[in-house]
């Protein structure tokens, strides 16, 4: 006899049941929990200029962190065009389509300008709030705090991501 899973599956179940296992009336559901892979972390209540001890380190004025705050602003509410992207895209993949080798070398400039653009804006928000400090403070940052110079302020999501992802877990049981 050839035992099948459907068999041994059947084996093992009436054996359980012989062994006094209860059975559940009802498979077990998984219920979704959704996790954000991206918590909202409030990037302006984080940010280097408003910590107690930058701010005393470097002898920052509200002025100069009202500033600094204007320019994160500006940062975090810019939207690009999301149309422009795929336009470029679509034009660069029917130009290899076509053979437009020309066309196809436009459009690959086209993308590298989109994917060039959120380095350019924080290195535009960097600039803007190193210049807002005086030359002593400059020195200060340099002196005490130098990886604030080597490393990205605020991250930039990479790709298309949806604001959360679907985890699966077992049921809990009442």
Known sequence: MKLTRPILIVVGLALAVALGANLPSKPKQRERLVVNPLPSINVQDRIWWKQTEKIDKLSLTPQQREEMDSLLQRFL???????????ARESFVNALKEGDWDGARAGAESLAGFSAGPIQRTGELMIGA????TPEQRDALVEHFPELLERQWVRQPRGRR?????????AQEP
């Open 77 to 87: 509410t810019f939207q690009p065009d999301p149309g422009g992207r795929l336009g």
């Open 130 to 133: 190193i210049r807002v400090l």
């Open 162 to 170: 949806t604001p959360a992802v679907e985890v699966s877990q077992p």
